[in-house]
């Protein structure tokens, strides 16, 4: 896939998610009496908050959910908006790394194992756009499967934009009294980010090694009726131990 061009942000940046849209990844995993619901999906931080009541009855009415739904849906909802907001205007150290993206995923009867990397320093980079193409070059069928891709893309930087206010934080604490000190991420953000040179090396092609094809080689499997009841049952067993 072409990457997609970047702007560099060496120093802080107010926070925000490392993409070109500023989408917050909302995940639902809700019980209300015994009935489960579990959905994934992004939300516009800006959009009023009167919205997100008008979309957990619509979703509730669209599904047949109970009535019950509606409150404990737009509470999670907005419970998950709120800490994105109190993370705005908060300072974020992108710098220029690279990040590894780990996809492990069944949709139906589709299964992904995929990494790869990820520039976070681009702020104009396209988890869906980067999702269509992935399907379209691996003949992926199912429509179901580009969206659930770019959403654990945008969960995964969110979490590592996260990790990077927090360190921002704590450089601030470590440099009072030391004027002029440079970033040094001291927190799990800064281990998760690749140094290119290191990586590659001043001289080094950014080609992949023969013996590192079959780790970054995409893994897509189709699974049988019985394949995918063993497994949901192995799922549901986990949680019940969680």
Request: glycine share 6%; with cysteine; proline share 5%.
């Amino acid at each position: 896939m072409k990457g997609q061009a970047s702007s560099s942000y060496k120093g802080a940046v107010k926070f925000r998610m490392p993409t070109a849209q500023n989408l917050v990844p909302i995940r639902l995993d809700l019980d209300v009496d015994g009935q489960k619901f579990k959905d994934t999906f992004t939300w516009n931080p800006s959009d009023p908050d009167s919205e997100i009541v008008v979309f957990a009855r619509r979703t509730a009415k669209d599904l047949k959910l109970p009535p019950g739904f509606i409150t404990v849906m737009a509470s999670a909802i907005q419970s998950q908006i709120a800490d994105f907001r109190s993370l705005e205007g908060q300072d974020m150290y992108p710098g220029e790394r690279i990040v590894p993206i780990k996809l492990d995923l069944r949709v139906n009867h589709t299964l992904i194992r995929d990494q790869f990397l990820w520039d976070l320093n681009n702020f104009e980079s396209d988890p869906e756009e980067f999702a269509k193409t992935f399907c379209a070059d691996l003949g992926i069928q199912d429509p179901e499967v580009g969206p659930a891709i770019a959403f654990s893309i945008r969960e995964q930087l969110y979490e590592i934009a996260v990790q990077s206010v927090a360190s921002a934080r704590e450089n601030r604490i470590s440099k009072k009294g030391r004027r002029g000190a440079e970033y040094t991420p001291v927190s799990k953000a800064g281990s998760t980010g690749l140094d290119l040179v290191k990586l590659f090396g001043h001289k080094s092609s950014v080609v992949r090694k023969r013996k590192e094809w079959d780790v970054y080689e995409p893994i897509v499997d189709l699974l049988s009726s019985e394949e995918v009841d063993a497994l949901q049952a192995k799922e549901e067993r986990l949680t019940r131990t969680i």
